[in-house]
Protein backbone atom coordinates (compact mmCIF):
# COMPACT_ATOMS: atom_id res chain seq x y z
CA UNK A 1 0.00 0.00 0.00
CA UNK A 2 1.49 3.81 -0.48
CA UNK A 3 2.71 5.73 1.67
CA UNK A 4 -0.05 8.08 3.37
CA UNK A 5 1.66 11.96 3.12
CA UNK A 6 0.05 14.97 4.43
CA UNK A 7 -2.11 17.00 2.20
CA UNK A 8 0.56 19.83 2.05
CA UNK A 9 3.45 18.19 2.06
CA UNK A 10 4.38 19.84 -1.51
CA UNK A 11 3.22 23.12 -2.52
CA UNK A 12 3.11 23.49 -6.26
CA UNK A 13 4.83 25.92 -8.16
CA UNK A 14 1.58 28.07 -9.10
CA UNK A 15 0.98 28.25 -5.10
CA UNK A 16 4.18 29.36 -3.45
CA UNK A 17 4.31 32.39 -6.17
CA UNK A 18 0.64 33.31 -5.18
CA UNK A 19 -0.28 32.71 -8.65
CA UNK A 20 -3.76 30.89 -9.55
CA UNK A 21 -3.62 27.04 -9.08
CA UNK A 22 -3.27 25.45 -12.31
CA UNK A 23 -6.17 22.42 -13.49
CA UNK A 24 -2.96 20.38 -12.82
CA UNK A 25 -2.11 21.67 -9.34
CA UNK A 26 -5.66 21.68 -7.99
CA UNK A 27 -6.13 17.71 -9.86
CA UNK A 28 -3.07 16.72 -7.64
CA UNK A 29 -4.88 18.69 -4.49
CA UNK A 30 -8.32 17.05 -4.98
CA UNK A 31 -6.61 13.51 -5.08
CA UNK A 32 -4.75 14.01 -2.41
CA UNK A 33 -7.72 15.63 0.25
CA UNK A 34 -10.37 13.25 -1.31
CA UNK A 35 -8.16 9.71 -0.74
CA UNK A 36 -6.99 11.40 2.79
CA UNK A 37 -10.51 12.16 3.62
CA UNK A 38 -12.08 8.52 2.42
CA UNK A 39 -9.17 6.70 2.95
CA UNK A 40 -10.50 4.73 0.13
CA UNK A 41 -7.86 3.31 -2.97
CA UNK A 42 -7.89 6.35 -5.65
CA UNK A 43 -8.27 5.48 -9.21
CA UNK A 44 -7.61 8.37 -10.38
CA UNK A 45 -8.75 12.03 -11.12
CA UNK A 46 -12.23 11.84 -13.44
CA UNK A 47 -12.57 15.61 -14.23
CA UNK A 48 -11.12 19.36 -12.94
CA UNK A 49 -13.32 22.20 -14.06
CA UNK A 50 -12.92 25.80 -12.87
CA UNK A 51 -15.19 26.97 -10.65
CA UNK A 52 -16.58 30.63 -9.61
CA UNK A 53 -14.18 31.18 -6.58
CA UNK A 54 -11.35 27.87 -7.82
CA UNK A 55 -11.88 24.43 -8.95
CA UNK A 56 -14.22 21.50 -8.93
CA UNK A 57 -12.34 18.15 -9.05
CA UNK A 58 -14.04 14.88 -9.62
CA UNK A 59 -11.97 11.59 -8.08
CA UNK A 60 -12.83 8.11 -8.59
CA UNK A 61 -12.02 5.54 -6.05
CA UNK A 62 -12.30 2.01 -4.85
CA UNK A 63 -15.27 1.64 -2.46
CA UNK A 64 -15.36 -1.91 -2.10
CA UNK A 65 -12.74 -4.09 -3.38
CA UNK A 66 -14.18 -7.54 -4.12
CA UNK A 67 -13.17 -10.84 -5.73
CA UNK A 68 -13.00 -10.93 -8.88
CA UNK A 69 -11.80 -7.00 -9.58
CA UNK A 70 -14.23 -6.74 -12.12
CA UNK A 71 -16.79 -6.46 -9.52
CA UNK A 72 -15.47 -4.00 -7.67
CA UNK A 73 -17.69 -0.91 -6.32
CA UNK A 74 -16.37 2.15 -7.21
CA UNK A 75 -17.37 6.14 -6.13
CA UNK A 76 -16.91 9.27 -8.11
CA UNK A 77 -16.07 12.52 -5.24
CA UNK A 78 -16.59 15.96 -6.08
CA UNK A 79 -14.02 18.02 -4.12
CA UNK A 80 -14.72 22.03 -4.11
CA UNK A 81 -11.24 23.77 -4.08
CA UNK A 82 -10.72 27.54 -2.88
CA UNK A 83 -8.35 29.43 -5.40
CA UNK A 84 -5.23 28.70 -3.61
CA UNK A 85 -6.42 25.23 -3.33
CA UNK A 86 -7.82 24.57 0.32
CA UNK A 87 -10.87 22.37 0.34
CA UNK A 88 -14.22 24.11 0.43
CA UNK A 89 -16.37 21.17 0.54
CA UNK A 90 -15.90 17.56 -0.93
CA UNK A 91 -19.75 15.29 -1.38
CA UNK A 92 -20.25 11.46 -3.29
CA UNK A 93 -21.72 11.58 -6.14
CA UNK A 94 -21.96 8.60 -7.42
CA UNK A 95 -21.75 4.87 -6.38
CA UNK A 96 -21.41 2.47 -9.57
CA UNK A 97 -19.62 -0.94 -10.34
CA UNK A 98 -16.73 -1.57 -12.29
CA UNK A 99 -17.16 -2.04 -15.95
CA UNK A 100 -20.50 -0.40 -15.74
CA UNK A 101 -18.96 2.53 -17.40
CA UNK A 102 -21.67 5.60 -18.16
CA UNK A 103 -24.33 2.96 -18.66
CA UNK A 104 -26.52 3.76 -15.73
CA UNK A 105 -25.24 0.97 -13.30
CA UNK A 106 -25.48 3.39 -10.79
CA UNK A 107 -25.88 1.25 -6.98
Known sequence: MA???PVRE????AKASRHPL????AAQFGLRQITELTEKDPE???GVE???DGWLVTVDVVEDHRVPSSTDVLASYEAE??????LIAYRRVRRYARGSGDRGGDI
Request: aromatic share 0%; hydrophobic share 30%; glycine share 14%.
Open 10 to 13: REPA
Open 22 to 25: TAAD
Open 50 to 52: PAE
Open 81 to 86: LGPDGD
Open 3 to 5: ERR
Open 44 to 46: GVA
